[in-house]
């Protein structure tokens, strides 16, 4: 997706990376990955959700790049990581360990956040040996383990089959968005924002989600409609803080609970009145906070990656 795209200036402005590269997956999918902040400060990994990209994060990237080393990636097929016919939560471990590969060096500790997908990219490589070396907390912000669909109240119907039925229709469709237009914009905040976001929030949620192409958009809405990573919450064994909305459409409190119930180690729940799916951007300054927090609470500064250390299959991008 280009910056051009993006909103030029203000919160949600997509910040200048100090370092761009490129991650290379297990598959072989490339994935674009972006570093902000001072080399040799704390690590903050920022996986984003489903139809957005590391734009999705500008109000984080500008707070906590003072003082930390954030890195962002684009989820593949999304953002500026080309698309890949291979759609599972397999596949968003996979780039996940790959991001870390290239970001961090051996045993570096980081605290990786997630939202929405990225949050059940976080889940999906709980047990995974690179996320375990350097995970040393995790934030997970507006998502669920599994029955997203049952769960989501984006339709005014009441539960039941008919209603996960006709949700899946619609969040499956291979419509396209068009532009961003006054109606578009009424609608993605009905389904994902809290009533009181400002314009600028949902118009900067709008410039992302609707650059998401449709067949990427489609074909990452069957992985979640048949997600099950229960188990891989039990194996989650970070320190992990949990925060959600009370008027989230699609990942209503209900998965928020249920993290909290089953993670090993959960070290605090956040629940935002008022607050819909969209937490980082509709609650930029409270999600900056916890990250700064347990960035705080559970990292110690790591020695910095001289040349080429902690850059494994990364292809750095001219001009970066």
């Known amino acids: 997706m280009s910056r051009l795209t993006q909103e030029a200036h203000g919160a949600y402005a997509p910040p200048v990376p100090a370092l761009e590269l490129i991650a290379h997956s297990a598959d072989g999918a490339r994935l674009h990955v972006e570093v902000h902040g001072p080399e040799d ?7 984003h959700g489903w139809t957005c990209s590391t734009a999705f994060w500008a109000a984080q990237i500008r707070d906590l790049a003072a003082d930390h080393r954030v890195v962002a990636y684009d ?3 999304h953002g500026r990581s080309p698309a890949s016919d291979a759609c599972s939560t ?7 360990e790959a991001v870390l590969a290239a970001t961090l060096a051996p045993g570096e500790k980081a605290v990786l956040v997630g939202h929405s997908m990225g949050g059940m990219t976080l889940m999906a490589a709980s047990a995974r040996p690179r996320f375990r070396e350097h995970a040393a907390a995790a934030l997970l912000c507006s998502t669920g383990s599994t029955g997203l669909v049952a769960e989501a109240r984006v339709l005014p119907l009441r539960a039941g089959p008919f209603r996960t039925r006709v949700t899946q229709a619609v969040l499956g469709s291979r419509a396209p968005l068009g532009p961003v237009t006054p109606v578009a914009k009424r609608i993605l905040k ?14 900067a949620c709008a ?3 609707h650059a998401c192409p449709r067949t990427v958009r489609h074909a990452w809405s069957a992985v979640l409609a048949t997600l ?7 194996e989650l064994r970070v320190p992990t803080a949990v925060i959600a909305g009370t008027v989230d459409r699609l990942t209503p409190v209900v998965h928020a609970r249920a993290l909290v119930a089953g993670l090993p180690n959960c070290v605090g729940s956040t629940e935002l009145p008022g607050v819909g799916h969209m937490t980082p951007v509709e609650a930029p300054e409270l999600v900056s906070a916890r990250i700064r927090e347990l960035v705080s609470t559970y990292t110690q500064t790591a020695e910095a990656p001289t040349a080429g250390e902690g850059l494994a299959g990364a292809e750095i991008k001219e001009g970066a």
Do not use: F, K, W
Request: hydrophobic share 50%.
């Open 207 to 209: 410039r992302i989600v």
């Open 41 to 47: 400060a704390p690590a903050v990994v920022l996986a």
């Open 228 to 234: 099950d990573l229960e188990h891989s919450v039990r």
């Open 75 to 77: 989820q593949r097929g």
């Open 190 to 203: 009905y389904a994902t924002m809290g009533p009181g976001s400002s314009p600028v929030m949902v118009a």
């Open 90 to 96: 397999e596949a968003l471990a996979d780039d996940l």
